[in-house]
């Protein structure tokens, strides 16, 4: 394990600050939807009554500050040091929610924030030094490589592939479909963001960049990739459920990226490979933790009917046995209490 370069230090706070920002908005834009729909139409019955809420509006804040930096951190840092630690905002919310909104977080979340956490520890720890990069120029040349040249082809064919021949046909169906042309174009959005991040960077260093046309073609770029994947998202959103396509969504746009990243930028040139087993074993921990915080999300939350929901409990005379699913009533009969067992 090396020394930790100041870059990536750099990169580290921006990371966890945009992890606290994002995670955040999430909580305190529901509270704003909250007091929206108590006095007004709900925003999911099409009512926009939230837009007169000073508490979304700072959420909506909070998240924008949160992006801003996220875009940040990739000037300072390798995305395979920045993007894995995006999991961070979903404990970020899952604790907020827990005393805010009264959101329980059972035993399985508590679980799946310390594998997120422990993981994003071992990734910052093993984490490879940014590439130094002196222009933009620098950035084209690592771009139009044989090696990631090959691999955007790859992504743009696949991409093409999908929109015009399996949306139509599986598009509503298979999730993979929207969430893969998602985590495609995310992969080369994240070189985009890259790029334009350094070119700033170096801009403020007395090093004007945007004096190249390579920095305006990355960013033509980038607009266009963000357009494309927020399209498909938000398809993918409106068609599944949420807590399904966030952690398939994360796993697929978080290994692509860092595939890209590992090529374009050959992140891993210079590590043993011993670090880059640590940081695959960090970055599966991660995926573990984050899959155990969604699909255990509403599991001590009780259903009506359910044997631990309220109404089953409403006769003060009857205890409920939880292994057996067995009512006992101090009151029944023998006969009485085989009739309730089931």
């Not at 099409?46 to 996220?70: C, D, F, K, R, T």
């Not at 960049?209 to 607009?223: E, I």
């Not at 631990?308 to 023998?334: F, G, I, W, Y």
């Amino acid at each position: 394990m090396g020394e930790i370069s100041s870059d990536n230090v750099h990169g580290l706070i921006l990371a966890i600050s945009s992890s606290i920002f994002i995670g955040s908005s999430f909580i305190i834009k529901k509270k704003g939807l909250m007091k929206a729909g108590a006095s007004g139409t709900r925003a999911g019955s099409g009512g926009h009554s939230y837009l007169l809420q000073p508490m979304w509006w700072a959420g909506m804040v909070s998240m924008v500050l949160g992006e801003i930096a996220n875009f940040a951190a990739y000037a300072f840092a390798p995305a395979i040091l920045v993007t894995p630690l995006g999991a961070l905002s979903i404990i970020v919310s899952a604790v907020l929610a827990h005393y805010f909104l009264d959101e329980r977080l059972h035993i399985f979340g508590v679980v799946g924030c310390v594998l997120c956490l422990v993981g994003s520890t071992t990734i910052v720890l093993h984490a490879p030094h940014e590439t130094q990069v002196s222009s933009v120029k620098q950035v084209w040349y690592f771009a139009t490589e044989p090696g990631f040249m090959v691999y955007a082809c790859t992504v743009l064919v696949l991409v093409g592939v999908l929109i015009y021949r399996y949306v139509p046909l599986y598009g509503q169906t298979h999730l993979i479909i929207y969430v893969g042309i998602c985590s495609l174009m995310g992969s080369l959005t994240v070189m985009c963001v890259k790029a334009v991040g350094i070119a700033i960077k170096l801009s403020f260093s007395e090093s004007n960049q945007f004096k190249y046309f390579q920095t305006w073609f990355f960013t033509l770029l980038l607009v266009g990739f963000c357009v494309m994947q927020l399209n498909y998202l938000n398809k993918a959103l409106d068609t599944f459920n949420i807590n399904v396509v966030s952690p398939v969504y994360y796993v697929l746009f978080t290994s692509l990226t860092i595939l890209a990243s590992i090529i374009m930028f050959k992140d891993w040139d210079d590590q043993s490979a011993s670090q880059i087993a640590t940081e695959t074993c960090g970055f599966v921990t991660i995926l573990c933790g984050t899959f155990l915080l969604h699909k255990t999300k509403d599991m001590g939350i009780p259903t009506a009917g359910s044997p631990t929901s309220p109404n089953a409990h409403a006769d003060p005379n009857c205890r409920h046995l939880e292994l057996q699913h067995v009512t006992v009533c101090d009151s029944d009969s023998d006969s009485d209490r085989t009739q309730r067992r089931g």
